[in-house]
């Protein structure tokens, strides 16, 4: 192989593998309003339109998110822009599990929690966000997205194991759940895997500016500008590793 030869395939970005595609139900975990639709929403759009179900679970309602903003008037406010930022998307059950947003701890106190909802909900595909202390680079992540993506990892095993957290069966009456097969991690800079995004791009950015109230205090820009820009550039940016298609990527973990 010549030197040429080499330079050249070191310049062909690895492609990314198709999402599994052989699951009905879906179950998505993240700290606070806006998380999932920062980018996983143009597939949530696909696979709703695919008559798959998905289901949202937030940690919190957000309320430490808005600095103009008391978090009593704040949390009932996003919560109302996440419902209807789902509904964009198809997805009809939207659940708060009431930690406090920005100090939400990484423990068995959350991973009870989310095992509790993994049980309710019965998934085969768990989504969650980026739970390294950085988004790939010098731009740190929050304690809130690490504490609950990690949680999150933790418990689709928690939710299998009947002598973990015993009392979600005495108290709640629900049964253990081991039938989670991938946990797939979205806002990732190691992803392994992705789903077209091109029917779900529009929807995907009038679902996030359904977060209006908290776009409007984070950025001068005009919203929809502000959507549209974010949500096409990172799909497109994705594009020459998914077959020249717009993508949203996951770091997938096989179960």
Same mark, same amino acid.
């Given at each position: 192989m010549t030197e040429s030869q080499t330079a050249a395939e070191a310049a062909v970005p690895a492609q990314l593998a198709r999402m599994p595609e052989d699951w009905r139900r879906a179950l998505a975990v993240v700290a606070h309003p806006d998380d999932l639709e920062y980018g996983c929403a143009a597939a949530i759009a696909g696979w709703t339109d695919a008559g798959r179900e998905v289901a949202y679970v937030l940690a919190s309602r957000g309320e430490a998110g808005i600095?103009?903003?008391? &978090? %009593? %008037?704040?949390a009932p406010l996003r919560e109302r822009e996440q419902? %209807?930022?789902? $509904? !964009?998307?198809?997805?009809e059950t939207v659940e708060? =599990?009431?930690h406090r947003d920005g100090v939400i701890e990484y423990g068995t106190a959350?991973? #009870?929690?989310? $095992?509790? $909802?993994?049980? #309710?909900h019965r998934p085969e595909l768990v989504i969650t966000l980026n739970h390294r202390d950085t988004w790939g680079g010098v731009a740190w992540n929050t304690p809130d997205? !690490?504490? !609950?993506? #990690?949680a999150t990892l933790d418990a689709a095993a928690d939710a299998g194991n009947r002598w973990i957290f015993p009392e979600l069966i005495e108290e709640q009456g629900l049964e253990p759940w081991d039938g989670v #097969?991938? !946990?797939a991690v979205a806002g990732t800079s190691t992803p392994t895997h992705a789903v077209d995004a091109t029917a779900g791009l529009d929807r995907s950015? %009038?679902? =996030? =500016?359904?977060h209006r109230t908290y776009i409007e205090a984070l950025t001068d820009e005009e919203p929809e500008e502000y959507c549209r820009t974010f949500l096409m550039g990172s799909a497109r940016a =994705?594009? &020459?590793r998914f077959g020249g298609r717009p993508a949203v990527a996951f770091e997938v973990f096989a179960r």
């Amino acid at each position: 192989m010549t030197e040429s030869q080499t330079a050249a395939e070191a310049a062909v970005p690895a492609q990314l593998a198709r999402m599994p595609e052989d699951w009905r139900r879906a179950l998505a975990v993240v700290a606070h309003p806006d998380d999932l639709e920062y980018g996983c929403a143009a597939a949530i759009a696909g696979w709703t339109d695919a008559g798959r179900e998905v289901a949202y679970v937030l940690a919190s309602r957000g309320e430490a998110g808005i600095d103009t903003l008391d &978090p %009593a %008037a704040c949390a009932p406010l996003r919560e109302r822009e996440q419902r %209807a930022s789902a $509904a !964009v998307v198809g997805v009809e059950t939207v659940e708060f =599990l009431d930690h406090r947003d920005g100090v939400i701890e990484y423990g068995t106190a959350l991973r #009870r929690d989310i $095992a509790a $909802a993994i049980r #309710r909900h019965r998934p085969e595909l768990v989504i969650t966000l980026n739970h390294r202390d950085t988004w790939g680079g010098v731009a740190w992540n929050t304690p809130d997205h !690490v504490a !609950v993506g #990690r949680a999150t990892l933790d418990a689709a095993a928690d939710a299998g194991n009947r002598w973990i957290f015993p009392e979600l069966i005495e108290e709640q009456g629900l049964e253990p759940w081991d039938g989670v #097969r991938w !946990v797939a991690v979205a806002g990732t800079s190691t992803p392994t895997h992705a789903v077209d995004a091109t029917a779900g791009l529009d929807r995907s950015v %009038a679902s =996030l =500016l359904e977060h209006r109230t908290y776009i409007e205090a984070l950025t001068d820009e005009e919203p929809e500008e502000y959507c549209r820009t974010f949500l096409m550039g990172s799909a497109r940016a =994705l594009a &020459p590793r998914f077959g020249g298609r717009p993508a949203v990527a996951f770091e997938v973990f096989a179960r």
